[in-house]
């Protein structure tokens, strides 16, 4: 599937939806997403560098020098949602393993190679990676990419612990990203556009943390979908105007719920965490279990990570301002930091939100969440009295676990916790 | 004493490594274990203590099964099973790393269910890249460390203790280079079974025994006939993911095969390089380790093929075998980088994909014979 006709579908969705008068929010999140794709579309015809970066990625500097930043794993999984709901077999993957890509990694990084592979993807003038983390699979994946390709590619060393001096050392990083990105593209970094765009991000941070918050509240007063919006918007958009637009927009919907006191179910029956990621193939789960069982879930592992607050008029150098902003980000600890040092603050997030279950998907390519696995429900279960629900699936190939299976086993689990709090059980 | 008995002697070593230790332990020697060769062993070394690797057993894995999804490497889950198994119980602390998804999971449970059986756990953060940036945050990791490591045994680690321990552990890194030397011959007398089952012994003892050993070897080696029909086996160099099992290897050599050389953990990444001894300590251990013969851990992958091809070059390799435990996204992912760069030297490569214990053995056979008739050997 070509760039262009990925737009084409996003087009459509804005289009449809807008029948619906669907909130600000939703609208604003399509159209973002489209220009995000357009802008890696039109890149060269624009007379942009265009770069395949890692979800790791600090957006604004790309932003703040005219060069177009382009995730190349998230992208893999919409594609492979859009076939899905297409009802076609995602070829890429098959692509990605016989390009000699482990078939047992992530399938997302297994299609990025098979959509590079294909030349399905605009080609890239350069390639930004990490060295070290989100994941082994997330950080080979740029590996391969650059062999394939053969541009210059600068990967970013993240540290697993911190020191006092991470910051000057996370800086050091991003300077060398910024002398990277000037050799190979004879553009000057501009450090004042810099801070405009690390403002953006900053407030749209600080809108999305509040939203966050508040979705702890009873009634829940943002569906699950929503609220995983915001992880495409920071990927996709991150210190872009229309990112904090997005937020703004979504912060003022979830006030005005929270103030009249509404929430988003017309009745909400059980609140649920989901741990790991989700099946994004198939986020149509989250609807299905809203609508059937009166079922939301009010925080997931992505969205418990908080990054902290900022002062986006703090006059220090914004290259250092932007690795402070990295190293306040609390997922990265989540994901790839010790678990002795997450797992408490995690557990603490949930018992906040006030859950009755606890649903974990079992992504197999994922080995760092499926690791957690044990710990994860020996504290859940310790501190909070839940059990939790493992679903075994894959996020982006559905051959791996149908939709109908994972249904099955949330219906089993759904129905014990009803049964629990002496609810009736959905049919 | 001849080669055989020096061999036979590691060998045994290795095998009953916990009861050698152990009896040690009694004594009163203090033991560390640690899991990857990216954590500096000088620094436990100079605080008194023993550092082991800690290592896979030869049993299936069903209470380390029950804490690690089957997604995690036999490697780390035969570990745990190990240390659940009380293997490990002369371990006074276990130090791991952020090498890999499998090793960081391995370390979480390890320390929070293992607490009470390891009474020091720890992991460092060792960077993914090779640069002046890195070296330096590296250090700064390895002086915490080391400042850790003296809270808890309540002992002084000084400069002096440091660099004897850098001199003891520079010697073993020479000694065992000159018997991998040994086999750049076109007649090597030692195959390539033989070498791991050096390499292993010598990461479960103490350097100072070890060493004199080491010694007394490579004479022993320098007089020995050379390996039967040396000449007409095809000259492999194997590399690939955590192996443990001398005996893989020999299945190997029994098709024709005769392995030169590697680029394995337990194997070349561990001892290839040495340390400055011009330099501070600390400086010159956090150089070395992230400068290293790299893994595939390490940014960029092009260092890497750069030093694995003048190693083909140096010791005549003519095919590489490429050995990847099932869940390596590391060694999996940087597979086709390999196999692309060695063809450009005209280096057939076979991959071939096996867990910690030795089962499916026979296809190993089946697809070894193939490449080789494929090779035209």
């Given at each position: 599937m070509k760039l262009q006709e990925f737009i084409d579908i996003f087009d459509e969705r804005v289009n449809y939806f807008r029948r619906f008068n669907l909130p600000e929010s939703v609208d604003i999140y399509f159209r973002c997403m489209r220009n995000y794709y357009l802008r890696a579309m039109t890149a060269k015809e624009?007379?942009?560098?265009?770069?395949?970066?890692?979800?790791?990625?600090?957006?604004?500097?790309?932003?703040?020098?005219?060069?177009?930043?382009?995730?190349?794993?998230?992208?893999?999984?919409?594609?492979?949602?859009?076939?899905?709901?297409?009802?076609?077999?995602?070829?890429?993957?098959?692509?990605?393993?016989?390009?000699?890509?482990?078939?047992?990694?992530?399938?997302?990084?297994?299609?990025?190679?098979?959509?590079?592979?294909?030349?399905?993807?605009?080609?890239?003038?350069?390639?930004?990676?990490?060295?070290?983390?989100?994941?082994?699979?997330?950080?080979?994946?740029?590996?391969?990419?650059?062999?394939?390709?053969?541009?210059?590619?600068?990967?970013?060393?993240?540290?697993?612990?911190?020191?006092?001096?991470?910051?000057?050392?996370?800086?050091?990083?991003?300077?060398?990203?910024?002398?990277?990105?000037?050799?190979?593209?004879?553009?000057?970094?501009?450090?004042?556009?810099?801070?405009?765009?690390?403002?953006?991000?900053?407030?749209?941070?600080?809108?999305?943390?509040?939203?966050?918050?508040?979705?702890?509240?009873?009634?829940?007063?943002?569906?699950?979908?929503?609220?995983?919006?915001?992880?495409?918007?920071?990927?996709?958009?991150?210190?872009?105007?229309?990112?904090?637009?997005?937020?703004?927009?979504?912060?003022?919907?979830?006030?005005?719920?929270?103030?009249?006191?509404e929430g988003v179910l017309p009745e909400e029956h059980l609140r649920l965490v989901a741990s790991g990621p989700y099946p994004f193939f198939a986020m149509e789960i989250l609807d299905w279990v809203q609508d059937k069982y009166g079922a939301i879930f009010v925080a997931d592992m992505f969205n418990c990570a908080p990054w902290e607050d900022m002062d986006e008029n703090d006059p220090a150098d914004p290259v250092e301002l932007l690795a402070r902003k990295w190293l306040s980000f609390f997922g990265m600890e989540l994901l790839y930091g010790p678990a002795e040092n997450t797992i408490d603050y995690l557990i603490d997030s949930i018992k906040e939100s006030q859950v009755d279950g606890s649903i974990f998907f079992t992504h197999f390519g994922c080995k760092q969440t499926c690791g957690l696995q044990k710990i994860y429900r020996d504290k859940i279960m310790e501190e909070l009295g839940l059990p939790t629900l493992f679903v075994d699936m894959d996020i982006s190939d559905p051959k791996v676990v149908s939709v109908d299976q994972m249904k099955a086993k949330i219906h089993e689990y759904i129905e014990m916790i009803e049964k629990k709090k002496g609810q009736p059980v959905a049919a | 004493m001849n080669a055989e008995d020096i061999l036979a002697e590691l060998g045994d070593i290795y095998a009953n490594r916990h009861?050698?230790?152990?009896?040690?332990?009694?004594?009163?020697?203090?033991?560390?274990?640690?899991?990857?060769?990216?954590?500096?062993?000088?620094?436990?070394?100079?605080?008194?203590?023993?550092?082991?690797?800690?290592?896979?057993?030869?049993?299936?894995?069903?209470?380390?099964?029950?804490?690690?999804y089957s997604n995690l490497c036999s490697f780390v889950r035969s570990a745990l099973e190990e240390a659940f198994m009380d293997k490990y119980d002369y371990l006074d602390g276990f130090v791991a790393l952020n090498a890999c998804d499998h090793i960081r999971r391995l370390y979480d449970v390890w320390s929070i269910y293992l607490k009470g059986k390891t009474p020091f756990t720890t992991i460092l953060s060792v960077p993914g890249k090779i640069s002046e940036n890195t070296i330096a945050v590296f250090k700064e990791e390895l002086e915490v460390f080391k400042e850790s490591l003296e809270r808890h045994f309540e002992v002084e680690i000084t400069e002096r203790a440091l660099k004897e321990a850098i001199a003891l552990y520079n010697t073993t890194r020479s000694l065992l280079k000159e018997i991998y030397d040994l086999r750049k011959d076109p007649q090597p007398p030692l195959t390539g079974t033989e070498a791991m089952e050096i390499v292993l012994a010598g990461m479960v003892m103490p350097k100072d025994v070890y060493n004199e050993k080491l010694k007394s070897l490579l004479e022993a080696l320098k007089s020995r006939p050379p390996v039967p029909n040396a000449g007409e086996r095809v000259r492999l160099l194997i590399m690939g993911s955590e192996l443990q099992e001398p005996e893989y290897i020999r299945v190997i050599e029994e098709l024709g095969g005769l392995v030169v050389n590697d680029d394995l953990c337990n194997g070349t990444r561990y001892f290839w390089n040495l340390v400055d001894t011009r330099e501070e300590p600390l400086e010159a251990l956090a150089r070395r380790y992230v400068t290293r013969n790299p893994c595939p851990r390490m940014r960029p992958q092009t260092e890497r093929l750069t030093r694995l091809k003048q190693m083909i070059k140096d010791y005549r390799v003519e095919a590489v075998i490429y050995e990847c435990i099932k869940f390596c996204d590391m060694h999996g992912a940087a597979y086709p980088i390999i196999k692309r760069g060695l063809a450009e030297i005209g280096i057939p490569v076979l991959k071939l994909d096996r867990e910690h214990l030795l089962t499916g053995i026979g296809q190993v056979k089946t697809r070894t014979q193939a490449f080789f008739e494929s090779i035209g050997v």
């Open positions: 624009e007379g942009k560098p265009l770069a395949w970066v890692s979800i790791m990625c600090p957006m604004e500097i790309f932003h703040a020098m005219d060069i177009v930043p382009f995730a190349v794993d998230p992208y893999a999984i919409s594609i492979s949602a859009f076939a899905y709901f297409k009802k076609e077999d995602c070829v890429y993957f098959d692509i990605g393993d016989s390009y000699g890509y482990p078939a047992d990694a992530c399938s997302p990084h297994r299609a990025a190679i098979g959509l590079a592979a294909s030349n399905t993807l605009p080609e890239p003038d350069l390639i930004y990676g990490t060295a070290s983390m989100p994941c082994d699979s997330a950080v080979a994946v740029f590996d391969v990419l650059s062999d394939m390709k053969k541009v210059p590619t600068y990967f970013a060393n993240f540290e697993y612990r911190y020191h006092p001096n991470s910051v000057q050392y996370l800086k050091t990083e991003f300077q060398g990203l910024i002398a990277f990105l000037e050799e190979h593209t004879g553009r000057k970094m501009d450090k004042e556009r810099l801070r405009e765009t690390l403002k953006i991000s900053i407030k749209a941070n600080r809108a999305m943390m509040e939203i966050h918050q508040l979705r702890k509240k009873r009634p829940c007063p943002l569906r699950a979908r929503d609220a995983f919006n915001s992880f495409g918007m920071r990927l996709a958009g991150e210190g872009m105007p229309e990112t904090l637009d997005f937020f703004e927009a979504q912060l003022r919907e979830v006030r005005g719920r929270v103030e009249r006191g | 009861q050698w230790n152990r009896k040690r332990r009694e004594r009163g020697q203090r033991y560390m274990g640690w899991v990857c060769t990216y954590i500096p062993e000088e620094i436990i070394q100079a605080a008194g203590i023993t550092p082991v690797r800690v290592l896979g057993g030869n049993d299936e894995t069903p209470i380390a099964d029950a804490y690690l």
